[in-house]
């Protein structure tokens, strides 16, 4: 009988684009893509997320690499960017109150470089007008005048204790260890030998008046030493005075400069005072500090360079993030996630063997350039990174981020180090990963959810109608302006639309994996100018460039072709056996499918109804394996086992295969092997099928149609085309068929066929050129028919099973009227 309806029609192989419909010549005439063809879906999430200012509204990219989403994301947040205002700009400041928690100051965007230029000026002018100041005759004035009145209290204090000891007898002397009293006789001081000659009751007296001497002298010596330290306080004033009126316009120049921001008013005042207070830093001229500075050699020479580099330290200013030259909100996309890359460092220097730091030494990470903009990252880069992703979370969280150094979180010892104030955080953060990375944080992540909000998906294909193949043409356009590759003739367009269709299998799509198709623009354009130099690519090039992909990539399948045809691989494509099949199967090595045909068998016994597969009781089938063989059981016992027992035990297996087999697009051939054991019936060898099967016999879609049609034929070709060859597809994948031209224009000459068969019982006519047979109202079939020969061959191998039984169960009452079961003996 002839399956010729079946036959897949040659214009249904392939789908062919004509180069006339583009509308184009060459791709010089038509404009360039300005935006995302095929992503509606993923456009209108991006569109949505980045407008929503809601807490937790952030992003997860979802998508494959290849599919322009980094591309989209980057235009898309442009354009979103230059909507908005540019953020203020961030600074680190002195804490005159905790030197190791430098304040964070927010300012207008721009003003942070301002800001760092005027206290570098305050520092010169300070340099240069306070020495002078010191040097004035106003300033030696004041200073005689504040220490006028200490003069006189020292004075009054000195005259006390001499008039004192002068009306004791005594005279006082200062020393080096304090002061000495000395007795007078006669009005002169004696010496120790005249006091030792004394009446002992003269010494006993002068020591008595000594002692009481001695006490008014401490006394007064303590008005004296307060006296002293007035003195000091009174001259440390004038001199606070002096800066303060020396520097006074300069500091009322930057208050009025900075008046709107209340945390700069508070820092001048306070740098306003430390100058004040550590005025001896400012009284030597700077000509003259530099000249004893230079006279200095040798270690005492790095240290001065390191005293100079430090000393006006606390009057910097760390601009953390600069704005002067963002325009609109800022756009991160930090591609090196690392945890100092994403949320800032604190760095330290060498200094005698020690690590130093200081404020100037803090680091901005992305989150805090991104601040008041976007910041994207890749999703995997920022798990695999210690502490990145939790970090992350407790930013969002917080809404803060805090400049921390790794060592900090995990040092058994705390150490002093600066504490830079936490800066509060406004950024959308936009992860991007691939679908299996985002089922696994919803999954084992309670707070992804909560602080990603957002999915935008990225498809890995789109439509195909006139419309995106004019898109598709503009990107080609893109690609040759970029690139400065040549443009395309309208031919090789054509044949690239072709192509996108293949990649993803489908008549009625392109693929979105733009990656591929610019690799391909490429490679055609190397083989344009490698072969003839023609202005423009061609087809050929086109076609030419995916041949020599292939050939790069299929060294693998080209020595499965060649065990093969060598027969060390068994595979026959002509005559028919009993219990034997072709399926087909797609082996994947990296970047390169193709498809290769295998045998697969059955054999039949008497049994228990039992259908044993190899590969499970080998432990080398995969779970979609076994639940397609396990559907395909259920299939046979619901068919033929209503009425009838069935006796049988059939094992099924894929010969010659050594790893795995997963997947149930072979569980249409396995079945077809079964029946055909069963029934006796040959399958045609110069046929392979593919497919998997339901419960009701229908033949379901499988993936890699288009790989296994060229890997059957590619055997078959090698071996010899007949005519008769060809395989076997559910009708479901007629539109997933994408074939090469060799095979497409054999089918068209009659030399290889591909039929689509929606049941197992059209497959099985496929493969036995005999009818299936229906079964009438008695549920018999007709004779010839393949059914009625399962059916005959079931009943045959039921009444033998149940003959057996009888003869079993006679023997066991023969040999046991002794009362011994068989096999035993009298004791």
């Known amino acids: 009988m002839t399956m010729d309806h079946l036959l897949v029609p040659v214009e249904k192989l392939t789908c062919r684009c004509d180069p006339d419909s583009l509308g184009f010549e060459t791709t010089e005439e038509i404009p360039p893509l300005d935006h995302t063809v095929g992503q509606d879906r993923a456009i209108s999430a991006l569109d949505f997320g980045l407008n929503v200012d809601s807490q937790g509204y952030n992003i997860y990219v979802v998508g494959y690499p290849g599919t322009g989403r980094t591309t989209t994301l980057q235009n898309f947040l442009g354009r979103i960017a230059a909507q908005h205002p540019t953020p203020n700009d961030w600074c680190y400041v002195h804490n005159f109150r905790d030197s190791l928690q430098p304040i964070a100051v927010q300012v207008p965007s721009g003003m942070g470089r301002q800001l760092v230029q005027d206290m570098e000026d305050l520092v010169r002018e300070c340099l240069r ?16 005048e504040a220490m006028r009145g200490v003069q006189t209290q020292r004075e009054s204090i000195t005259q006390s204790i001499d008039e004192e000891a002068r009306r004791q007898g005594f005279v006082v002397q200062p020393s080096p260890a304090g002061i000495v009293t000395t007795p007078i006789i006669n009005d002169q001081p004696i010496g120790r030998e005249v006091y030792e000659a ?34 000091i306080r009174v001259r440390a004033q004038v001199d606070t005075d002096l800066v303060r009126t020396v520097m006074g316009p300069a500091f009322m120049e930057l208050k009025e400069k900075y008046k709107d921001i209340p945390k700069l008013l508070s820092y001048l005042d306070d740098v306003r005072e430390d100058i004040a207070e550590h005025v001896d830093e400012f009284r030597i001229p700077e000509e003259q500090r530099q000249q004893q500075q230079e006279q200095l050699q040798g270690d005492a020479a790095i240290m001065r360079d390191l005293m100079e580099a430090e000393r006006y330290i606390r009057y910097k200013v760390n601009v953390l993030v600069d704005n002067s030259r963002t325009e609109g909100a800022p756009v991160i996309f930090e591609w090196s996630p690392s945890y100092y890359n994403l949320f800032g460092r604190v760095e330290y220097r060498a200094r005698f063997g020690t690590a130093a730091t200081d404020l100037t030494m803090i680091r901005p990470g992305a989150i805090h350039r991104a601040n008041g903009g976007y910041l994207a990252v890749q999703a995997k880069d ?13 930013v969002l969280r917080s809404g803060e981020a805090r400049v921390e150094n790794l060592a900090e979180q995990f040092s058994s010892i705390p150490t002093a180090t600066l504490r830079p104030q936490a800066i509060p955080i406004n950024a959308k953060v936009i992860l991007m990963g691939t679908p299996m990375l985002f089922s696994l944080l919803q999954r084992g992540d309670e707070d992804f959810g909560k602080f990603f909000k957002v999915k935008a998906d990225f498809d890995l294909s789109m439509e195909k109608t006139p419309d995106t193949a004019k898109f598709f043409a503009s990107f080609v356009c893109n690609r040759c302006r970029d690139m400065k590759v040549k443009h395309f003739h309208k031919g090789a367009v054509a044949k690239l639309i072709e192509y996108a269709s293949r990649i993803v299998e489908d008549q009625t799509r392109l693929t979105t994996r733009f990656v591929d198709i610019a690799d391909i623009i490429t490679d055609a354009d ?8 023609t202005r423009l690519v061609m087809a050929e090039h086109v076609a030419k460039a995916i041949q020599q992909k292939v050939y790069r990539s299929n060294l693998v399948e080209e020595r499965m072709k060649d065990y093969i045809n060598d027969g060390t691989i068994m595979i026959d494509t002509d005559g028919a056996v009993v219990g034997q099949v072709n399926g087909l199967s797609v082996l994947t090595m990296g ?33 979609i394996h076994n639940k397609g063989f396990f559907i395909l059981t259920s299939y046979l016992m619901a068919k033929y086992g209503q009425i009838r027992p069935v006796s049988i035990r ?33 399958l045609k060898q110069g046929i392979a099928v593919t497919g998997s099967v339901n419960q009701f016999g229908r033949v379901q879609a499988i993936g890699g ?3 296994k049609v060229e890997g059957f ?21 007629v539109k997933n068929l994408m074939l090469r031209d060799d095979v497409v224009q054999a089918v068209a000459e009659g030399k290889f066929h591909i039929w689509a068969a929606g049941t197992i019982e059209q497959g099985m006519e496929i493969l036995t050129g005999l009818p299936m047979g229906e079964a009438d109202d008695t549920g018999a079939y007709p004779k010839g028919a393949i059914n009625h020969t399962i059916v005959k061959n079931l009943d045959r191998m039921a009444e033998k099973a149940r003959e057996l039984a009888r003869q079993e169960g006679n023997g066991r009452g023969e040999g046991s009227s002794d009362g011994q079961g068989p096999g035993q003996t009298a004791a």
């Open 129 to 144: 007008q306070i020495p002078g100041a010191f040097e004035s005759d106003e300033f030696r004035a004041k200073v005689e």
């Open 198 to 231: 004394l009446p002992n009751e003269v010494k006993a007296e002068l020591r008595k008046k000594s002692e009481a001497l001695q006490e008014h002298i401490n006394r007064r010596l303590i008005e004296l030493r307060r006296v002293e330290r007035e003195a």
């Open 705 to 707: 149609a288009t790989h």
């Open 713 to 733: 034929y590619d055997t078959c070709k090698a071996k010899g085309l007949t005519g008769e060859q060809g395989v076997i597809i559910p009708q479901a994948n």
């Open 382 to 394: 920022v798990l695999v990174n210690p502490l990145c992703w939790d970090t992350l979370k407790r």
């Open 591 to 623: 970047d390169y499918s193709f498809g290769r045909p295998v045998r697969i068998s059955a054999s039949t016994a008497l049994g228990r109804g039992q259908v044993a597969n190899i590969d499970r009781e080998a432990q080398m089938a995969g779970r």
């Open 526 to 533: 190397y083989w344009s100018r490698h072969e003839n130099g």
């Open 650 to 682: 059939s094992t099924i297996g894929f010969e010659q295969t050594y790893d795995e087999v997963e997947g149930d697009s072979a569980s249409a051939a396995e079945l077809y092997a079964l029946l055909s054991s069963i029934a006796g019936v040959p």
